[in-house]
T-cell receptor, first 107, second 121 residues
């Protein structure tokens, strides 16, 4: 199975900050990398698919980049509603594995 | 509006069975693959199973292979997960998710609210 490792596991930031979360795959997955946001008690929400394609309705403050084994989710200016846990997921090989999550908290 | 609504969760003893359902609305159900993803209490997301839009292809995580069966009924716009030989580590919120293609691609662009399964004696 492909292992997905996110860093950091958690971070504290202020509204307006630029935030970067990284995700590393244990082997090359091309661009088959997705990012989800999850708030407590809620279902995950798709933010970005195929590494850099913004899902419809997602603010342009979110962006994704990378290919192969190293990927990045960037929030250009953190908003109050962005405090949540973020997960990467590879869809190159079944089983489709997720990273362990990155919790973004208010500083 | 595209919606998914799961049901069928509950408390079950180890070794028991449950069948989860996910009713879809607002889109052509047979045109999209579907998945089940679970989340144990306080833990991250785990992909469980997926099925193609035609129902001809089904895939499973090793942790559930041989115990869980995914299926779909397009006449009822419903996705199912039959869970047998349940274990304590199957305790989780189970989400169904709509894929972006008719073939299994694994991208969940619409998710249900989840149904809770607790395996305990």
């Amino acid at each position: 199975d492909i292992q997905m490792t996110q860093s950091p596991s958690s971070l504290s930031a202020s509204v307006g900050d630029r935030v970067t979360i990284t995700c590393r795959a244990s082997q090359s997955i091309g661009s088959f990398l997705n990012w989800y946001q999850q708030k407590p008690g809620k279902a995950p929400k798709l933010l970005i698919h195929t590494a850099s394609t913004l899902q419809s309705g997602v603010p342009s403050t979110f962006s994704g980049s990378g290919s192969g084994t190293d990927f990045t989710l960037t929030i250009s200016a953190l908003q109050p509603e962005d405090f949540a846990t973020y997960y990467c997921q590879q869809t190159n090989n079944i089983p489709y594995t997720f990273g362990q999550g990155t919790k973004v908290e208010i500083k | 509006e595209v919606q998914l609504l799961e049901s069928g969760g509950g408390l079950v003893q180890p070794g028991g069975s449950l069948r989860l359902s996910c009713v879809a609305s607002g889109f052509t159900f047979s045109s999209y693959a579907m998945s089940w993803v679970r989340q144990a209490p306080g833990k991250g997301l785990e992909w469980v199973s997926a099925i193609s839009g035609s129902g001809g292809g089904a895939y499973y995580a090793d942790s559930v292979k041989g115990r869980f069966t995914i299926s779909r009924d397009s006449s009822k716009n419903t996705l199912y997960l039959q869970m047998n030989s349940l274990r304590a580590d199957d305790t989780a919120v189970y989400y169904c998710a709509k894929d972006t293609l008719i073939t299994v691609f694994g991208v969940g662009d619409v998710w249900g609210k989840g149904t809770t399964v607790t395996v305990s004696s």
